[in-house]
């Protein structure tokens, strides 16, 4: 196990210096992916796999159309392009957990949460990415009415069957990689309400900020027209990132959850 960490610390360090070379990555989300890369490998070979498939489809997909996307939404997103390290750790922590206690706990459970976890980010990215380009006007979880591009809690029939494809992709993976059918299965169900739940928890609680140079909602704390903007709504200190981490571990909860309730 000591040569396999050790090759996957070299291998996550590399994948993650071309990300950042490529700048899908910032520096401190380089180094924040190779540590969850280091300790998806310690696990198994198949997270590492599991793992690297996800971070190349999300960022080949963040890649897809990214100056039509920025056009849409720059004024609305805090955080467009490179991955920094609390983006990192918000998408891959919970996996990365999951992936640890398995070591010592031997149990399919870690398995279901795990890819759970990583089918909950996958769902988020893929319908956030591919609703950004082809979902046209989003409309509010909550009020059903036209949103902003990029708006947290925005919904689309394109985002939001992208959102299970992205869920899919993940548990599809998992099966293909041996991690068995109920594990795989449940992956998907905690993905797809964990992708659900990213969008009413954004509607919900997320903090909104407003523009009142420009009079729009945004989250930026700077305004791309160059003014400051005041908190509106939402729970003031909740930005993307944490309800990306609350998405992930809802994914987990769930697969871990049916794994335990769901008869074999
Ligand atoms: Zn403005």
Known sequence: ?????I???????????????????????AIAATVVGTAAVAAGWSWGALLIAYFVSSSALSRVGRDAKLAHTQSVI??????????????????????????VHHDTIWLAAGAGALAASAGDTWGTELGTLYGGTPRSLLTLRP?????????????????????GFVAALALALGWGARPSAFALAGGVTGAFADSLTGALFQARRHCDVCGIETERMTHDCGAATRHARGIAWLDNDG??????????????????????
């Not at 994948?15 to 401190?28: G, N």
């Not at 991955?83 to 398995?102: C, E, I, K």
């Open 1 to 5: 196990m000591i040569a396999r960490i």
């Open 7 to 29: 090759a996957g610390l070299l291998l996550a360090a590399a994948i993650a210096i071309v990300a950042r070379a490529a700048r899908s990555l910032t520096t401190s989300g």
């Open 78 to 103: 805090e955080k467009t392009g490179a991955r920094d390290a609390v983006q990192v750790l918000a998408n891959g922590g919970v996996f990365a957990l999951a992936a640890l206690v398995g070591i």
């Open 147 to 167: 949103v902003p591009p990029g708006t947290s809690g925005g919904v689309s029939v394109v985002g939001t069957v992208s959102s299970i494809l992205g869920a």
């Open 243 to 264: 309800i990306n981490l609350l998405a992930t571990l809802g994914g987990a909860i769930v697969a871990a959850g049916l794994t335990r309730v769901v008869a074999a």
